[in-house]
């Protein structure tokens, strides 16, 4: 059986918890595009500056959508200017709205393939290309426990690019 992906603050083997919407209270909602580039079995993680929210966390590249962008708009901008590579966006794997203590987010997740260059780190601390057995040995924001449940449990997504 393979271990869950640890979650920063929590014990591995913690279940999530805490709001998953946004209450009344909360009136704004960063929209977010993250991408799962998926390349010879692997997929590419990022870690977060250690000063930005969630700091030195490992994340999937992305980030916050502009007025007037769609999410596959906003994450094709997002790789350029984050990792300097192009990809092209596939469908929607997972929607998840989360709420930190100090914002709420709505995350949407691509299926993304590489289509050119290679990755550097512009706007991440780090890259790491992972197997899916690797993946748990990263922590990642609470916000992606949902997620990294459906890629451990996904293996197709893995074997397909």
């Known amino acids: 059986m393979k271990k869950p992906s640890r979650v920063a603050g ?3 083997n913690a279940v999530a918890s805490g709001p998953r919407h ?3 209270a909360i009136c704004h909602v960063t929209d977010v595009s993250a991408a799962l580039i998926f390349h010879h079995g692997k997929l590419l993680v990022t870690r977060r500056h250690a000063r930005s929210h969630l700091g030195g966390l490992w ?3 992305g ?3 502009e007025p007037g962008e769609t999410f596959k708009q906003c994450l094709a901008r997002e790789i350029r200017e984050e990792l300097g590579v192009t990809i092209a966006v596939g469908r929607l794997f997972e929607s998840i709205t989360h ?3 100090e914002k709420t987010v709505q995350l949407k997740f691509f299926v993304c393939r590489l289509l050119n260059g290679e990755p550097q780190t512009l706007g991440c601390a780090a890259f790491k290309w992972v197997t ?3 993946l748990a040995d990263y922590d990642f924001p609470a916000a992606d426990v949902k ?3 459906s890629l451990q449990n ?3 997504l893995w074997a397909q690019i």
């Open 22 to 24: 946004p209450s009344p």
């Open 63 to 65: 980030g916050k959508r």
């Open 147 to 149: 997620l990294l449940q």
């Open 59 to 61: 994340e999937f590249p």
């Open 10 to 12: 929590r014990k591995p």
């Open 99 to 101: 709420a930190y203590p």
């Open 154 to 156: 996904s293996p197709e």
């Open 132 to 134: 899916r057995p690797e």
